[in-house]
């Protein structure tokens, strides 16, 4: 207890590294780093246990920077602490190729938890985290062995706080009653517009109470660091409820313009940055500087952690003697790695097998896999029955006091919040013991595309379970059929957007979802039934596309994906009575087919002879595997599916009439390229 | 006062409707319905002012379905009313073609002021009909003259509730202090996935109560009507502030599954629905029946509004004697059109002006026609700086007692809420004298996908004004740097999404925006500066692409956007120097582009050479304008921009480099038809 000289010269160090790099960058923000410093200094030394040597050391607390734009603030910390965070680093923030970005980057620098910067995400992130530290406690914590003990902090400010994201997130956490989550929320008044008495002027303590959040306030975050230190010992005492603190602080304290939007997004001028060294006591004329002691303080503090980090592995490993399967599966999962010869229970299915929709189709992989896969942990947002997402026995994950489900539980009621979902699952990716998967109508995945996209950017494993995929949902009608939103995400980079067409397509796409340890996927599953398809195999769809039905002589090739595979299976019947010859290539996933070596490519997608490609949304992007496209470049129509797909000629007699005319226009060209076949690589 | 059996009958006509559609489409959601029909009736008749004869009618009380699945219950009240809903349009319910589709569509049907069922939608919605009834009306209303001084009812229920989206709308409402807004939550306890004690367990009101909302509870919602009556009652009294009533129903009231998820998604069956009519006093085996006192009730209604309306023309008639110009400016702004000449202010360039970064182009635009162009109300989320989406003068739309605004203000402060800043933004327009044009980073408008679809889909003039467009935003990094975005939005229908590349095609994008009454853009703009390009202009550009630099011995056609057209007008000259010659196309508008007839298409885009297209995001959909693509299929960089450029090759050499790998491709095809001359049409 009590702070000395040191502390003030650690924050001020902070702040004056924030200064610093922000200035040498000419870009940044230097204003929640310097209002945050404070908290950051107490929390991390006197609550969070971590080893910077080892950032991956399952126990440690977890911290989340919401308000990512101060990313200055968790590399100073990491630089300290000893993490891979170099001074040079500092040196080279908002640099070309450095470790230290614009925002933080999961992916990039060590230390860093989860990717912040895209408001609110962060928060949601958190909540993710909490939810996979008490089921991973659950599961593996037994008397004597508290392996998972570990808090989850979460920094937000008032930008976070507005995004619908977090308001989400904080109403599943309070329902959920995550006593091990602690936020902590910089209410500096200011966000980009200037004073926030312009925008957002509600009582945020009353509205996170009214979530059955845990709420306390300090008033003086900039110099009562007793009082910062007080707030987060009673929230950790309360641990039936998530707790949040709010904390008033002045952002770009210590500058001229400090309390204003002046310091928020803009580096300190040059005379007021040596103005804010003067004050605390370093050299104006010096930058990056490190006073021996804080390195000291920091480095005490670290080894602290190595030290926890020790104890925890000796723990782990008497744990593994008398808990020993335990102790292999919670080893194997940290791996990353899924149990041996797990996929041998995904299902095969036969043509003979009866037409049942891709999402039950879905629903009996959850099923098959689930005991073998404890890891999976499903969910919907409030649509399960729909979603087809949770398998018979499964237990709902819920607050025992509830009384329908425990921590341990495996599935996950998201509500109705398929953004803070999704953000929730990079969470819970992010912790290390967990794979989620959560459903919702691919049309809906759109509500959640800020956290989507992250999922990618961070290389999370996370499982898009994405129902009623097309117009074949029927009445539901335009609101909820969509165009455009397989085109988004394939054009988002790092992601695997599936769309099988039978049993063993969806087995395969399960199959490449799971074992893609850095890559997430969308799989867009039908709500009308499916056959099965003659040749689909789960090794055929694995390469992402591969020929379903072949004939050397054919005129043109059908390339397709989910509900039109089956379609078009038809048309070439369709064809042959005409006299016309044609194949059939299903595609289930372009992303994964891209990285086939070119020969296989064009061995699916012939030279020679045109290709037309059949799905029923936008054909944007179809133009890369076919000479001609079919498809839906309008909104959809509500009505029994059968005759909305009539409606728009999704028929074998609709699909059979645009392959003559593609045949015709391009009898004369020579030679008759396949698409894949490309002048000049792209750049990944 | 009071409540005699025609009510009682008029509230069962309605269930029974709902339960009778539902059950002939075999498809829909009868649970919403059957319980809020009390209220609904309530409302209608006692508050609500309107004319069926007239759904334009500006100053009507505007009704909205947030809870948009419960479409039976506006469909039934839209018959009984005497809209252009006839009890065929209900029979054919979720029918193919038919103008009752799966969910409330503003376009198709009479009386349906906004298109909802993607849950949380109506309600921002809602909050920016309020908006403009306050605008509109403190910038017409004059001492005698109260032309506008309609109110905003929205029906919401637990899903919406839980969606973000409604969350950010509310927090907005309630610094806004909406008065004219009564928001009526339908606290069933039900959703999708069952009692929503498993997933939702906040405290609504107390939610609201924080964001400033006056709160009231009716406990009887299903039988007491006089307490809703005077719920409602309460909540117009209270002028300075939104309401929300929460009202305890029974989902399915009268069902014997009333009170289950059982009667939320799905149909009655056969024999509940003829229990359910047996209950009410109906003939169980008949269908679709409407006793002539609920239609004479209805009617009698119905033709109080047609005499408001009545009045209301008078007023206004009188009106235009006494305010001339105001008179002339409302009629004008009813119709849609812009007033005459206004084109004229929109800012021209020459190439030896300076360069400039769209973004502030786009501020020039906003500067030079806000005075013409009365009904264009301006705003961002939070980033006015970053925008540049406010003119000089501008006065904030705010509550007075704020001192920060006043109502008649034109520039909105929507905090960081992308998502109810679209929303509202559908809601702005839906209204019918103002013209909304918001702010954000492009790669934010992702946030607000689901109701940037709806601006599509319900056809609303909403202008997104999307900064910070590429990598070229530097050093923010890849968390805020589009890759996918731009993709995302051209594969939405009925949206232009525009990415001018100087002045004059900014003007053009503007222009475009501006005429086109009936479809959204995205407007995407760079941070960095640009030069003004040699022959770009106004008309060039509103053809959505052009040539801007012909070659008729060209050995390639760059087609490019925005930031990359002035770096390939540069490789023009790097591929000159080594003997090849070349054409440049600028492609601000793909839709646009689209539409123009074929010929001067493949005149833009010629056939015979090979054309390159060059975005600095993915290439997805370039294939359609392009033999070869040149983009970046992968997140960006951290750091200033030009090194950001460097890193990725968008340069006068990385261009050259694959300008000339594609020629080499493509010099042995015959013929090399224009990638735009296709062998079918699409289905529009």
């Known amino acids: 207890m009590g702070y000395d000289k040191t502390d003030e010269l650690c924050i001020n160090t902070i702040r004056t590294l924030a200064v610093d790099a922000t200035f040498q960058a000419n870009s940044g923000h230097p204003g929640a ?16 246990t971590f080893n910077p040597k080892n950032p991956d050391w399952v126990n440690r607390d977890r911290f989340v920077l919401s308000n990512g734009h101060g990313c200055m603030l968790q590399y100073a910390l990491l630089h300290l602490f000893g993490y891979g965070v170099s001074i040079n680093d500092l040196k080279n923030f908002r640099q070309v190729d450095s470790i230290t970005p614009g925002h933080p980057e999961a992916h990039d620098t060590p230390g860093v938890e989860v990717t912040t ?18 089921h991973t406690a659950a599961v593996f914590n037994k008397p004597g062995f508290d392996l998972i003990t570990n808090h989850t902090y979460v920094f937000f400010g008032d930008g976070c706080a507005m995004e619908g994201v977090s308001s989400e997130a904080a109403s599943m956490a309070g329902h959920l009653q995550l006593g091990n989550l602690i936020a902590i929320y910089d209410d500096n008044h200011i966000s980009i517009d200037g004073d926030t008495a312009c925008a957002f002027t509600e009582d945020v303590l009353k509205r996170f109470e009214a979530y059955g959040w845990h709420t306390l306030t300090v008033e003086k975050g900039d110099t009562d660091y007793q009082g910062i230190e007080e707030a987060i010992r009673q929230a950790k005492a309360v641990t039936d409820k998530p707790s949040v603190i709010k904390l008033r602080t002045t952002i770009g304290f210590g500058s001229k313009l400090e309390g204003t939007g002046g310091v928020h997004g803009n580096p300190l001028k040059a005379d007021d940055a040596k103005q804010v060294k003067q004050k605390f006591g370093f050299n104006p004329d010096e930058m990056f500087v490190v006073p021996q002691e804080v390195y000291d303080r920091y480095n005490k503090h670290a080894a602290e952690g190595a030290a926890a980090e020790e104890e925890w592995k000796a723990l782990f490993a008497k744990y593994g003697q008398e808990h020993k399967d335990l102790h292999t599966d919670f080893a194997r999962r940290l791996t990353g790695d899924l149990p041996e010869g797990w996929q041998t229970k995904l299902p095969v299915y036969k043509p003979s097998d009866a037409p049942v929709a891709s999402r039950k189709l879905s629903e009996a992989v959850l099923e098959a896999i689930h005991d073998t896969v404890p890891e999976l942990l499903s969910g919907s947002a409030d649509l399960t029955g729909s979603n087809n997402t949770r398998w018979k026995n499964a237990v709902d994950f819920q607050p025992p006091s509830t009384k329908l489900g425990d921590w341990s539980g495996r599935y996950l009621r998201y509500g109705v919040r398929e953004h803070a979902m999704a953000a929730a699952m990079n969470g819970l990716a992010a912790y290390g013991t967990i794979i989620p998967a959560a459903g919702t109508f691919l049309n809906f995945v759109s509500y959640a595309a800020g956290a989507v996209r992250l999922s990618a950017l961070s290389h999370r494993r996370v499982i898009y379970i994405a129902t009623h995929d097309s117009i074949g949902l029927g009445e539901d009608g335009p609101t909820h059929q969509p165009i455009e939103t397989l085109a988004h995400f394939r054009a988002l980079p790092n992601m695997m957007v599936w769309r099988p067409a039978d049993g063993n397509e969806t087995s395969a796409a399960y199959y490449m979802a799971l074992t893609s340890k850095g890559t997430p996927s969308i799989i867009a599953l039908t709500r009308q039934n499916l056959p099965h398809l003659e040749n689909s195999t789960i090794e055929g769809a694995s390469k992402g596309g591969y020929v379903l039905k072949e004939d050397k002589d054919a005129a043109i090739t059908l390339v397709s994906t989910g509900s039109e595979v089956s379609i078009c299976m038809e048309t070439v019947k369709f064809l042959a009575e005409k006299g016309v010859k044609s194949r059939v290539v299903s595609m289930p996933c372009t992303e994964i087919f891209d990285a086939q070596p070119k020969e296989y490519k064009i061995s699916v997608i012939r030279a020679g002879i045109p290709a037309l490609s059949v799905e ?9 595997y076919s000479h001609e496209q079919f498809g839906l470049n309008r909104f959809g129509a509500s009505g029994p599916y059968k005759q909305v797909y009539e409606k728009f000629e999704f028929t074998p007699a609709g699909i059979a009439k645009r392959a003559l005319a593609t045949i015709e226009f391009y009898k004369d060209v020579k030679p008759l390229r396949s698409p894949v076949d490309r002048a000049f690589q792209q750049l990944i």
């Open 33 to 48: 780093p310097m209002g945050m410093a404070p908290v950051a200094h107490v929390l991390f030394n006197k609550f969070m």
């Open 117 to 134: 910067g895209p408001l609110g995400q962060g928060f949601g992130n958190a909540v993710g985290l909490a939810i996979a530290q008490q």
């Open 616 to 624: 029923v949304m936008s054909t944007l992007g179809w133009e890369k």
